[in-house]
C-alpha cells in the first residue's frame, strides 16, 4: 500500500482538511469500503488513487454581493467545488443555505463523484452553492443575488467543463434566474445548467427523479426480501421536493405514508397522506413556501415540534431532508419497532453509529450515493438531450430512470453481498470507485 494502513492514511485526510468533519466522515465511509479491493490491487496504489482521489482538482470561492429591497448591500460567499473529471465534465447541485461551508461542500462533491459513476452515465463529481438563505427573501432579491452568483460563476462551468444543478434551497426559480444571467453573459444558449423547466431544455421527470428514483431503488432492495410497499407503512422526512416525489412514489405503489417534516418539526398522520394531502403539501412548500405545521391545521394528525419522525412504527423509513439527521438512537428505535428497509433520499443522512445499528440487525440499508442517484441520473439524460436537441416524453425518461436504479442495485449486489447479507454501502462504493480509479490510472498523472 502507497500508505502503511488505513489508520494512518485517514490520520492524514483529516490532518489535511482540519475541522472538516462531514468531509472526514464520508472519506472515512468510502476508505472503510474499499480498503480491501485497493490493498489487493498494487496498480491502485503504485498510482496513488486514494491519496489524489481525496484532493479537489480545483475550489473557487468567491464573494457574492448584491443589493436587497432595501436599497443594502449585502454579502455572501459563494463556492464551486470541482472534485472530480476523470469520467466526465464536473456535476453536481448548488446548495443555498445558511449551514454551507467548504465542509458541506467536499463532503457532498466527493459523495457525488460516485454516485455520478453509478448511474454509468459520463459524470464527473463536482458540488457548490452560498451561505445565502432564500427563505423570506422576495422574488426580486433571489433573482439579484442569482445573478450576481452566476456573474463568478460562470466563468468555470459550461456544457463540457462543469454543469451545475438544483439542491437545497436551489428549486425552478433559483435554476431560471441563473440561466439566464449565464445566458446574457456568454450569449449563447447551452446546457449548462440542469433542472431547468422543459419550456427551455429541462427534461421531464427531473424534478420527481431523486424520490422517484429513492423508491424504485427500495423497491428493488425489498424484492430481495420477495416483498413490496404493498401496504407498508412508510415514514419519511423532509417535505421538499426530494420527500414530496417519494411520497408520490410509495402512495403509486400501495404504500402508507404517515410522516412528513421541515426544520421546525414532524408531521404524524395516522390515517395517511393522500393525493389530496400531498397536492396541499407541495403547493404549501413549493409556491407558498410555508411551514409543514399548515397540514395539521388543515387535516389533522399531530405536529411534534423539533422533532424527527423516526420514533413513529415503520416497516420503511426514507430519510430525505438532509446530512446526520437519522442518528444511533434512532436507528435503534426504528429497529426496535420492526423496520425492514431503510432507504436514504437525502445526502449521508445517517450517522456512521446508525448504519451500524442497521447493519448489525441485517436491516436493509443503502446509502444515498446508490439510493438517491436517481436525480442526477435524470441530470444526465437532461444533458444528453440538449446535447441531441431533442426532448423524450416522460415515458422515456422514466422508463430510463427505472432500469438506471436497477442497474445500481445489480452493481451493489455484485460487490455487496456478503453470505446471506448484501451491504450495500460497500456495494455502491466499491462499484462507484472501481471506473473512476480506472480512468484515472488510464489518464496519467494529472
Not at 480545483?58 to 443594502?72: Q, S, Y
Not at 421531464?204 to 404493498?230: D, Q, S
Amino acid at each position: 500500500m502507497a500508505t502503511a494502513s488505513r489508520e494512518k492514511f485517514l490520520e492524514s485526510v483529516i490532518a489535511n482538511n482540519p475541522n472538516e468533519t462531514l468531509f472526514a466522515q464520508a472519506v472515512t465511509e468510502f476508505v472503510d469500503a474499499v480498503w480491501e479491493i485497493v490493498a489487493a490491487n498494487p496498480k491502485y496504489s503504485r498510482a496513488k488513487i486514494l491519496e489524489r482521489i481525496v484532493e479537489p482538482e480545483r475550489v473557487l470561492m468567491f464573494r457574492v454581493p448584491w443589493i436587497d429591497d432595501a436599497g443594502e448591500i449585502q454579502i455572501n460567499k459563494g463556492y464551486r467545488v470541482e472534485f472530480n473529471s476523470a469520467i466526465g465534465p464536473y456535476k453536481g447541485g448548488l446548495r443555498f443555505h445558511p449551514s454551507v461551508k467548504l465542509d458541506t461542500l467536499k463532503f457532498l462533491g466527493f459523495e457525488q463523484i460516485f454516485k455520478n459513476s453509478l448511474t454509468t452515465l459520463p459524470m464527473g463529481g463536482g458540488k457548490g452553492g452560498s451561505n445565502f438563505d432564500p427563505k423570506g427573501k422576495s422574488d426580486n432579491e433571489v433573482m439579484r443575488f442569482c445573478q450576481s452568483f452566476m456573474t463568478e460563476l460562470s466563468r468555470h462551468i459550461g456544457p463540457n467543463t462543469d454543469v451545475p444543478a438544483g439542491d437545497i434551497g436551489v428549486g425552478g426559480r433559483e435554476i431560471g434566474y441563473m440561466f439566464g444571467q449565464y445566458k446574457r453573459l456568454r450569449n449563447e444558449f447551452t446546457g449548462v445548467l440542469t433542472g431547468k423547466a422543459p419550456a427551455w431544455g429541462g427534461s421531464l421527470i427531473r424534478p420527481e427523479a431523486t424520490g422517484y428514483g429513492t423508491v424504485y431503488f427500495a423497491k428493488e432492495m425489498l424484492a430481495t426480501k420477495g416483498t413490496t410497499f404493498e401496504g407498508k407503512i412508510v415514514t419519511i422526512s423532509g417535505s421538499g421536493n426530494v420527500a414530496q416525489y417519494a411520497a408520490e412514489k410509495v402512495l403509486h405503489f400501495g404504500g402508507k405514508v404517515v410522516t412528513l417534516s421541515d426544520s421546525n418539526g414532524t408531521i404524524y398522520d395516522p390515517e395517511g397522506l393522500t393525493e389530496e394531502k400531498l397536492a396541499f403539501v407541495m403547493d404549501l412548500k413549493n409556491n407558498l413556501r410555508g411551514r409543514i405545521k399548515a397540514y395539521t391545521e388543515k387535516f389533522g394528525g399531530e405536529y411534534w415540534e423539533r422533532e424527527r419522525p423516526w420514533k413513529v412504527k415503520c416497516d420503511i423509513a426514507l430519510p430525505c431532508a438532509t446530512q446526520n439527521e437519522l442518528e444511533e438512537d434512532d436507528a435503534k428505535q426504528l429497529v426496535a419497532n420492526g423496520v425492514q428497509c431503510v432507504a436514504e433520499g437525502a445526502n449521508m443522512p445517517t450517522s456512521p453509529k446508525g448504519i451500524a445499528v442497521f447493519q448489525n440487525a441485517k436491516i436493509l440499508f443503502s446509502p444515498g450515493k446508490a439510493s438517491n442517484a436517481g436525480g442526477v441520473a435524470t441530470s444526465g439524460l437532461e444533458m444528453v438531450q440538449n446535447s441531441l436537441r431533442l426532448a423524450w416524453t416522460r415515458e422515456e425518461v422514466d422508463a430510463k430512470l427505472i432500469k438506471i436504479m436497477k442497474d445500481i442495485h445489480g452493481a451493489c449486489i455484485k460487490y455487496g453481498t456478503e453470505g446471506d447479507y448484501v451491504n450495500y454501502v460497500k456495494g455502491a462504493n466499491i462499484a462507484g470507485f472501481l471506473k473512476v480509479a480506472d480512468s484515472m490510472i488510464a489518464q496519467g498523472c494529472v
